[in-house]
């Protein structure tokens, strides 16, 4: 936990930036009634019913000192989904970074051998070597304030 609130005294650095990660599944769904359409003084209108359309992915990422924020929906949450954010991560959002402090959790999907089981040798390490990991602690989650943010998210089932 200490390790994890001392990343969070460090001041402002765009060359080393404090980014935390955080995913969740969601339910996606559909209507099997249409709405009733909105009328003077009335708005539209919905059912209760819904359809079941499967379930997705949302990974979010938040740099709270810059007040920046990332989501980005995959179909699932696997350790080359998690890969491909971080390469993401480190070649779209952060080019000029010389490290990128991250915070997340102990997922097992969260490890740098999923780099290798998904990018070639090389390029896994490249992107390593911009990635500082910091873990909050089992049972400790709450540690990451990205979870602030998705408080407004439905709980999925």
């Given amino acids: 936990m200490e390790e994890v609130l001392d ?28 709405p009733l359409p909105a009328e003077p003084g009335q708005v539209e209108r919905y059912d209760y ?5 499967g379930v997705a992915n949302l990974f979010l ?12 929906v995959t179909a699932r949450r696997t350790k080359q989904d998690w890969a491909q ?18 915070v997340n959790d102990n997922l097992n999907t969260h490890v740098p051998s999923a780099l290798y089981e998904t990018f070639a040798p090389a ?3 490249r992107i390593l070597d911009k990635l500082e990991f910091h ?23």
């Fill in 85 to 102: 954010l971080m390469q993401e991560l480190v070649d779209v959002h952060y080019p000029e970074a010389e490290s990128i402090r991250l």
């Fill in 7 to 34: 990343v969070y005294t460090l001041p402002y650095d765009p060359k080393h930036p404090q980014v935390c990660m955080d995913e969740t599944s969601k339910q996606l769904v559909s209507e099997s009634v249409p």
């Fill in 49 to 53: 019913e819904y359809e079941r359309q």
């Fill in 123 to 125: 390029e896994a390490r």
């Fill in 61 to 72: 990422l938040f740099e709270p000192l810059r007040g920046w924020r990332h989501l980005k």
């Fill in 135 to 157: 873990y909050t602690p089992k049972h400790g989650s709450w540690l990451n304030p990205v979870l602030s943010l998705s408080k407004g998210w439905p709980k999925s089932n």
